[in-house]
Structures are given as structure tokens and as C-alpha cells.
């Protein structure tokens, strides 16, 4: 199976490489060493494969790309790449800023998970139908401590470095704050 596998990336590689199709299976036949002793038929097994791998997996890339085309998303990916990265990073950030305040693993400073949730929304508690609009998160670069809108439930968190960085401008920022109704 790794071999095959192997060998899908390869015709991969050669297609993007503009390979023609004899000269692709010339390299397969050397590499599984199909010459002549398993005649076509270990030819039509990874003829099968190759067909099947690039209709199936070709088209659903090809879907995604466009979709992201469509929403202009891509074009942003494709212009503004380390603020993607930076992005993705805070948003691992996020999660283990979650983590900690769900457990307190590893500070005692660390706020709870219902001062984030009153820092965010205004509430105390998750109504019981919901939050209507849902809660959104966004990114800031132009404040290095998060801020919140309540009346449309969106937090938006600061993009920093490290995570140290990251949960001390949180717990700041949160803890410094009055709350909505409670000044």
C-alpha cells in the first residue's frame, strides 16, 4: 500500500510536471519492478487508482478553490499570508487560554470560563435558547488586550508572539473590565 501511495504521489508530481503519460508509466514499471513479469495487470491496477485518486481528489480541491475564489478569501490567503499565520497561531492561542480557565492548569491567575463568557456576552450563565446573534470571534492587531461588543456577542482577542504574551494580556483585559450593567 505504501508503494502504491507512493506511487499516486509521483503521478501526481509528473502531472503537475507536465509529464506525458508514457514516460509516467515507464517510471512506475521501473519502480514497481513490472517488467514484463505482472504484464498489465499491476498497470491496470494503478491505472485504476490514478483514475479514480485524481477524479475524486481533483475535483473537490478544485471545488474548495473556487469556493474560496468566490468569497474573495483566497485572494486575502494569497496577499496577506504571515497575517493568516498569525491568525491560525492566536487562534491555538485561544483554545489553550479555554483550557486553562476551564481547568486552571497551570496559573491560579487565570480567570474562569464565566468571566470570559460575561466579558464577551454581558451574561452570567448560556440563555437557555441560545445566544441570538451567536457568538463571534475576531482578530485585533490595533490593541494589545481583547476587546467585546455585547450587544452583537463578538469578542475580539489580540494577536500576540506567544502565548505567555497572549494570557497575560487576556486575564488584563478581562479581569480590568467593569462589565456591561455592572460599572
Known amino acids: 500500500v505504501r508503494d502504491l501511495l507512493g506511487d499516486l504521489g509521483q503521478c501526481w508530481e509528473d502531472r503537475r510536471a507536465g509529464l506525458d503519460g508514457r514516460a509516467r508509466q515507464n517510471r512506475q514499471d521501473r519502480r514497481a519492478g513490472l517488467d514484463g513479469r505482472a504484464g498489465l495487470d499491476g498497470r491496470a491496477v494503478i491505472s485504476n487508482i490514478e483514475t479514480f485518486f485524481f477524479s475524486n481528489f481533483l475535483y473537490f480541491q ?9 468569497l474573495g478569501v483566497l485572494a486575502a490567503l494569497q ?9 491560525c497561531r492566536t ?3 485561544w ?12 496559573f491560579e491567575q487565570t480567570v474562569t470560563l464565566e468571566e ?18 451567536h457568538p463571534t470571534l475576531e482578530f485585533q ?21 506567544d502565548y505567555e504574551d497572549f494570557r497575560l494580556a487576556m486575564d488584563f483585559g478581562i479581569r480590568n473590565a467593569a462589565g456591561f450593567g455592572m460599572a
Not at 79 to 87: D, G, I, L, M, N
Not at 152 to 157: E, F, G, M, S, V
Request: hydrophobic share 35%.
Open 141 to 161: 492587531d490595533y490593541s494589545g488586550y481583547p476587546t467585546a461588543n455585547t450587544c452583537d456577542n463578538i469578542l475580539r482577542i489580540p494577536i500576540k508572539a
Open 79 to 87: 496577499k496577506y499570508p504571515e497575517k493568516f499565520e498569525a491568525q
Open 91 to 93: 487562534l491555538g492561542y
Open 95 to 106: 483554545r489553550d487560554y479555554l483550557q486553562d480557565a476551564e481547568g486552571k492548569i497551570i
Open 62 to 70: 478544485f471545488r474548495f478553490r473556487d469556493g474560496l475564489q468566490s
Open 116 to 133: 470570559i463568557l460575561i466579558f464577551a456576552t454581558g451574561c452570567d450563565s448560556i440563555p437557555p435558547l441560545g445566544f441570538r446573534p
